[in-house]
């Protein structure tokens, strides 16, 4: 089937979508996406992005709105099989993989009644046909292997191409196009990961189209040709990245309706740091991970440990929350030695408090925010001298702690799995509001989660900074250490490089 | 005016109540059924004392494997721990005199405390380091009682008759249980062990001392167990059995499950399993009086079984299937 090449290969027009009649989760929406191309689609958390992708595969039918596929129209796919048909199909953020298969196992799970013989599984036909997809679409690895062998980025290309050949065997037709979904590939990925996976992208553009959803605005610049942008379920904007010149910050503005971070808080003039010492490390060592490491942390002052990924910055933040162990150098904590192998609850007990973005680890998902929030701060809510809980003192903290942070939840009573993505964090980081530790540490306090929602965390943590709470951040991102941080530690391969005023920083990222 | 406005809460808790313990709609259920059935068999005091003898058994044998199923874990030692205690208290009574009785206690809280600092220190399945325990007590309780059932007498004090047609031991396990749902619901215990059942990792993040309160929620197992063991022991007419009963270890867990506390911790508890043992004892007395045969009565019961796990699976946990 040729698809002429100025005619869209598929075109969604004026999509809208209500839940329970009263959630407008789209509004009149119309994307398209012509052959051969990567589009954008981005938008905060809750936007509609997911929605509009679950219309797509056949999750969810739309209230109204019309489909295209090749200029003609066809009703929506009821589901994935049916969007198969159509030529779509999707690669889904995370969970997608299954490690204990292997790559050909794992290319051709669901269709292996097309190799069957006299009720044998002919496997030497299907490592063929794995291996000839995988030359086809230029993703080098070996069908033999296990998919939990693969690299990351590897893994996301071998989901990739089993999102094409499942569209070709749902339709008996090699050469047919694919549109394959990509749902925010890149959030378990890290930086190099990140590149070699946008690297085989742009090769396989000759064989399929994407639409790529995300909220990572450099990625979406970079590698996409047309974006499209939502926010509140409506198409506000779109660009077409070859012929306009748009900046990151007009992106941006777009996406969330109000000027970029570092503009808000470029501004704010810097605290004054104590000059009380409360923890200090000396020549701490872990062999393989980190070796020598001795910096100072005043009261209120924030320090940045910044490397790439597999440096040892991870290690050294674990090491101060008592998740990891030191073998040599001292740790001082208020003037007093800690022991290496202490395990959290004794480091809270000296004051160090730790949290990390991966709100799987931190959040208790089937309880309600009251719940999460008060878990930390249970001595605040006990009644004396009987220790019995007040749920009206956890009522009143949550809901403060809810206002502070614009959690939007419909209640303190609301279990935290319904919360979107930003929400969750909000509610991991709003514990730490009402517990305020000495020193609190920080480990990616911002990732996969939205420019608004980001905002109001670091409004937060650099209120509790100026509350004189010391903090240590480890992240990605190195904007979030320009914001948050009084210095930065350059460590790399486990050794302290040089430390940086945030000034410097700046200069020395964007270049 | 005024009573609209008092009506209104009411019936909003009333249906939030019936959200999160379904089981209550079944209880009703299935009390009215059994009533309209038979009702001269059923509606009789002797059920009813028959039913609240029953209640306390399980609930007694429940209290304490809820606490420890809060935090994730399985208790299923406590039948073994009844047994050999039984047959100690048969043992020690004619050196000790009456004072014996109290080695029950003792015995359950070391168990319990035994068996938490082993699960925290070796991080072996609870679920088969309590069964393995199960199978030593009742062996070794063989053993001590030269394999035949032992009768002790002397402890007819405990459950002397105090109001007629009501078993004193009902009397007794109020107090029990509103220690255990207090613990649970009111304290910070409560919170800490669900939290570990909820999510571990997250409960060592937010500063619980992960295995002291592991080791506790066992401890506590051992207490309830234990104390119950002392009102049980005579309530089954102060005699040591030698044979381990499937159905006395299986329905506490029946209970607890009922009641709507997932197998995967982190929800439900004492308060809950409240609930499932008598909706349990309801249903077993209702089979019962149906003059089924008991083989057909323990296939219902186990088909029960099977249909609550999946309830509290899906509707519990929080888990929306999309």
Same mark, same amino acid.
């Given at each position: 089937?040729?698809?002429?090449?100025?005619?869209?290969?598929? $075109?969604?027009?004026?999509?809208?979508?209500?839940?329970?009649?009263?959630?407008?989760?789209?509004?009149?929406?119309?994307? =398209?996406?012509?052959?051969?191309?990567?589009?954008?689609?981005?938008?905060?958390?809750?936007?509609?992005?997911?929605?509009?992708?679950?219309?797509?595969?056949?999750?969810?039918?739309?209230?109204?709105?019309?489909?295209?596929?090749?200029?003609?129209? +066809?009703?929506?796919?009821?589901?994935?099989?049916?969007?198969?048909?159509?030529?779509?199909?999707?690669?889904?953020?995370?969970?997608?993989?299954?490690?204990?298969?292997?790559?050909?196992?794992?290319?051709?799970?669901?269709?292996?009644?097309?190799?069957?013989?006299?009720?044998?599984?002919?496997?030497?036909?299907?490592?063929?046909?794995?291996?000839?997809?995988? $030359?086809?679409?230029?993703?080098?690895?070996?069908?033999?292997?296990?998919?939990?062998?693969?690299?990351? =980025?590897?893994?996301?290309?071998?989901?990739?191409?089993?999102?094409?050949?499942?569209?070709?065997?749902?339709?008996?037709?090699?050469?047919?196009?694919?549109?394959?979904?990509?749902?925010?590939?890149?959030?378990? *990925?890290?930086? $190099?990961?990140?590149?070699?996976?946008?690297?085989?992208?742009?090769?396989?553009?000759?064989?399929?189209?994407?639409?790529?959803?995300?909220?990572?605005? #450099?990625?979406?610049? $970079?590698?996409?040709?047309? +974006?499209?942008?939502?926010?509140?379920?409506?198409?506000?904007?779109?660009?077409?990245?070859?012929?306009?010149?748009?900046?990151?910050?007009?992106?941006?503005?777009?996406?969330?309706?109000?000027?970029?971070?570092?503009?808000?808080?470029?501004?704010?003039?810097?605290?004054?740091?104590?000059?009380?010492?409360?923890?200090?490390?000396?020549?701490?060592?872990?062999?393989?991970?980190?070796?020598?490491?001795?910096?100072?942390?005043?009261?209120?002052?924030?320090?940045?440990?910044?490397?790439?990924?597999?440096?040892?910055?991870?290690?050294?933040?674990?090491?101060?929350?008592?998740?990891?162990?030191?073998?040599?150098?001292?740790?001082?904590?208020?003037?007093?030695?800690?022991?290496?192998?202490?395990?959290?609850?004794?480091? *809270?007990?000296?004051?160090?408090?730790?949290?990390?973005?991966?709100?799987?680890?931190?959040?208790?998902?089937?309880?309600?925010?009251?719940?999460?929030?008060?878990?930390?701060?249970?001595?605040?809510?006990?009644?004396? #001298?009987?220790?019995?809980?007040?749920?009206?003192?956890?009522?009143?903290?949550?809901?403060?702690?809810?206002?502070?942070?614009?959690?939007?939840?419909?209640?303190?009573?609301?279990?935290?799995?319904?919360?979107?993505?930003?929400?969750?964090?909000?509610?991991?980081?709003?514990?730490?509001?009402?517990?305020?530790?000495?020193?609190?540490?920080?480990?990616?306090?911002?990732?996969?989660?939205?420019?608004?929602?980001?905002?109001?965390?670091?409004?937060?943590?650099?209120?509790?900074?100026?509350?004189?709470?010391?903090?240590?951040?480890?992240?990605?991102?190195?904007?979030?250490?320009?914001?948050?941080?009084?210095?930065?530690?350059?460590?790399?391969?486990?050794?302290?490089?040089?430390?940086?005023?945030?000034?410097?920083?700046?200069?020395?990222?964007?270049? | 005016?005024?009573?609209?406005?008092?009506?209104?809460?009411?019936?909003?808790?009333?249906?939030?109540?019936?959200?999160?313990?379904?089981?209550?709609?079944?209880?009703?259920?299935?009390?009215?059924?059994?009533?309209?059935?038979? %009702?001269?068999? @059923? !509606?009789?005091?002797?059920?009813?004392?028959?039913?609240?003898?029953? @209640?306390?058994?399980?609930?007694?044998?429940?209290?304490?494997?809820?606490?420890?199923?809060?935090?994730?874990?399985?208790?299923?030692?406590?039948?073994?721990?009844?047994?050999?205690?039984?047959?100690?208290?048969?043992?020690?009574?004619?050196?000790?005199?009456?004072?014996?009785?109290?080695?029950?206690?003792?015995? /359950?809280?070391?168990?319990?405390?035994?068996?938490?600092?082993?699960?925290?220190?070796?991080?072996? %399945?609870?679920?088969?380091?309590?069964?393995?325990?199960?199978?030593?007590?009742?062996?070794?309780?063989?053993?001590?009682?030269?394999?035949?059932?032992?009768?002790?007498?002397?402890? /007819?004090?405990?459950?002397?008759?105090?109001?007629?047609? !009501? %078993?004193?031991? @009902?009397?007794?396990?109020?107090?029990?249980?509103?220690?255990?749902?207090?613990?649970?619901?009111?304290?910070?215990?409560?919170?800490?062990?669900?939290?570990?059942?909820?999510?571990? /990792?997250?409960?060592?993040?937010?500063?619980?001392?992960?295995?002291?309160?592991?080791?506790?929620?066992?401890?506590?197992?051992?207490?309830?167990?234990?104390?119950?063991?002392?009102?049980?022991?005579?309530?089954?007419?102060?005699?040591?059995?030698?044979?381990?009963?499937?159905?006395?270890?299986?329905?506490? !867990?029946?209970?607890?499950? !009922?009641?709507?506390?997932?197998?995967?911790?982190?929800?439900?508890?004492?308060?809950?399993?409240?609930?499932?043992?008598?909706? @349990?004892?309801?249903?077993?007395?209702?089979?019962?009086?149906?003059?089924?045969? %008991? /083989?057909?009565?323990?296939?219902?019961?186990?088909?029960?079984?099977?249909?609550?796990?999946?309830?509290?699976?899906?509707?519990?946990?929080?888990?929306?299937?999309?």
């Amino acid at each position: 089937m040729a698809t002429p090449m100025d005619c869209a290969l598929l $075109e969604v027009k004026g999509v809208s979508k209500t839940f329970d009649g009263v959630v407008r989760a789209l509004d009149d929406v119309t994307i =398209s996406v012509h052959q051969n191309e990567i589009v954008g689609v981005v938008g905060e958390n809750g936007a509609g992005k997911s929605t509009l992708m679950k219309i797509l595969v056949g999750v969810y039918t739309p209230d109204k709105g019309e489909l295209y596929c090749g200029g003609k129209q +066809v009703p929506f796919p009821k589901n994935p099989k049916e969007a198969a048909i159509r030529g779509i199909s999707t690669v889904y953020q995370e969970k997608g993989v299954i490690p204990l298969l292997r790559v050909y196992q794992f290319l051709l799970l669901g269709h292996e009644d097309k190799y069957v013989k006299f009720s044998r599984l002919q496997t030497d036909r299907m490592k063929k046909q794995a291996r000839e997809i995988l $030359e086809e679409l230029h993703v080098k690895c070996d069908v033999e292997s296990y998919m939990y062998e693969l690299p990351l =980025s590897t893994q996301k290309m071998v989901e990739i191409v089993r999102a094409i050949l499942s569209v070709r065997l749902a339709q008996g037709d090699d050469h047919m196009m694919s549109i394959i979904i990509l749902d925010e590939p890149t959030a378990p *990925l890290t930086i $190099e990961e990140r590149r070699e996976l946008f690297g085989d992208l742009l090769e396989m553009k000759k064989n399929a189209s994407f639409i790529f959803v995300s909220h990572i605005i #450099p990625e979406v610049m $970079e590698f996409t040709d047309r +974006v499209h942008v939502l926010r509140d379920g409506k198409l506000v904007a779109q660009y077409d990245l070859s012929k306009e010149k748009i900046t990151e910050k007009d992106l941006f503005r777009a996406i969330v309706g109000r000027e970029s971070l570092e503009t808000i808080y470029k501004a704010e003039d810097k605290r004054v740091v104590s000059e009380e010492l409360v923890l200090t490390a000396k020549d701490l060592t872990k062999q393989g991970c980190y070796y020598d490491v001795s910096f100072d942390l005043h009261k209120g002052e924030c320090l940045g440990i910044f490397g790439p990924a597999g440096s040892g910055k991870s290690e050294i933040i674990k090491t101060i929350a008592g998740l990891v162990s030191f073998e040599e150098g001292d740790l001082t904590v208020k003037g007093q030695k800690v022991k290496a192998d202490e395990l959290p609850h004794a480091r *809270l007990g000296k004051g160090i408090g730790y949290f990390s973005g991966e709100t799987g680890k931190e959040l208790f998902l089937n309880w309600p925010i009251a719940k999460n929030i008060s878990l930390v701060n249970i001595e605040k809510i006990v009644r004396k #001298p009987m220790p019995v809980i007040s749920f009206d003192a956890e009522k009143k903290m949550t809901e403060r702690v809810m206002a502070k942070l614009r959690i939007k939840a419909p209640s303190a009573n609301t279990d935290c799995f319904s919360l979107s993505g930003g929400n969750k964090q909000k509610v991991s980081v709003g514990k730490w509001v009402e517990r305020t530790p000495a020193i609190l540490l920080l480990e990616d306090p911002t990732i996969g989660i939205d420019v608004g929602a980001r905002a109001d965390i670091y409004e937060t943590i650099l209120e509790m900074q100026k509350n004189g709470i010391s903090m240590i951040l480890v992240s990605d991102d190195p904007k979030e250490y320009s914001v948050l941080c009084d210095k930065i530690m350059y460590i790399k391969e486990g050794r302290m490089q040089r430390v940086f005023s945030p000034e410097e920083f700046g200069e020395v990222t964007k270049a | 005016m005024t009573t609209l406005a008092r009506s209104r809460p009411i019936t909003t808790a009333i249906t939030q109540t019936l959200k999160t313990h379904p089981v209550i709609l079944a209880l009703i259920a299935l009390f009215l059924l059994f009533s309209a059935l038979y %009702p001269e068999r @059923f !509606l009789g005091p002797l059920n009813f004392s028959t039913i609240l003898r029953q @209640f306390v058994t399980l609930i007694l044998f429940a209290l304490g494997p809820s606490i420890v199923i809060v935090t994730g874990s399985l208790d299923l030692s406590y039948v073994g721990i009844y047994m050999l205690g039984s047959v100690l208290v048969w043992l020690l009574t004619p050196i000790l005199g009456l004072v014996s009785i109290v080695v029950i206690l003792h015995l /359950e809280v070391a168990t319990g405390f035994l068996i938490g600092v082993i699960q925290v220190k070796a991080r072996i %399945p609870s679920f088969i380091l309590t069964l393995s325990l199960l199978v030593i007590y009742s062996g070794l309780t063989a053993y001590l009682a030269g394999g035949y059932p032992r009768s002790v007498k002397g402890y /007819e004090f405990i459950t002397a008759t105090l109001i007629p047609n !009501l %078993p004193t031991a @009902f009397l007794w396990s109020i107090p029990i249980i509103a220690a255990a749902v207090f613990i649970m619901k009111g304290t910070r215990i409560g919170t800490y062990l669900s939290a570990i059942g909820s999510n571990e /990792e997250g409960a060592r993040l937010a500063g619980i001392n992960v295995d002291r309160y592991k080791i506790l929620a066992f401890t506590l197992s051992g207490l309830f167990t234990g104390i119950g063991s002392i009102i049980l022991f005579q309530h089954h007419g102060g005699s040591a059995t030698v044979e381990l009963n499937l159905n006395t270890m299986v329905w506490p !867990l029946l209970a607890i499950v !009922l009641g709507g506390t997932s197998l995967m911790g982190g929800s439900g508890g004492p308060q809950r399993t409240i609930l499932g043992a008598l909706t @349990f004892t309801v249903v077993n007395r209702g089979l019962v009086l149906a003059l089924l045969n %008991p /083989e057909a009565v323990q296939l219902l019961l186990g088909l029960l079984l099977i249909v609550s796990i999946v309830v509290s699976s899906r509707g519990l946990k929080g888990v929306t299937v999309t």
